[in-house]
Nanobody, 118 residues
Framework: VQLQASGGGLVQPGGSLRLSCAAS?????????MGWYRQAPGNERELVAT???????YYVDSVKGRFTISRDSAKNTMYLQMNSLKPEDTAVYFC????????????WGNGTQVTVSS
């Protein structure tokens, strides 16, 4: 499985960005969870949002109401719509795929830089 993240960039506070994560080699019929994580300089990588293959979503409190995670199974692509961006959202964003039934597996994509600054 390979994951390719894209869509990052420089945006002003209050602006929007949409990140994409394209998965290749993914077995779509296996139960899985896809997610977005982020890592700011000097900080540990943190979970931002996840979406289960069944559709359930989870958001960390700091992004609730501003970010929306979604997936297009036909395109094997996951998205993160980020609205009302704040400077504290600045980080490298990584996408992740976990197969949560045996044989379990964990895959990471490349990072995409998001910078929120005026």
């Amino acid at each position: 499985v390979q994951l390719q993240a894209s869509g990052g960039g420089l945006v002003q506070p209050g602006g929007s960005l949409r990140l994409s994560c394209a998965a290749s080699g993914m077995t779509i019929f296996r139960i899985n969870v896809m997610g977005w994580y982020r890592q700011a300089p000097g900080n540990e990588r943190e979970l931002v949002a996840t979406i289960h293959s069944g559709g359930n979503t989870y958001y960390v409190d700091s992004v609730k109401g501003r970010f929306t995670i979604s997936r297009d199974s036909a395109k094997n692509t996951m998205y993160l719509q980020m609205n009302s961006l704040k400077p504290e959202d600045t980080a490298v964003y990584f996408c992740n795929l976990k197969y949560i039934t045996p044989p379990r597996a964990d895959y990471w994509g490349n990072g995409t830089q998001v910078t929120v600054s005026s």
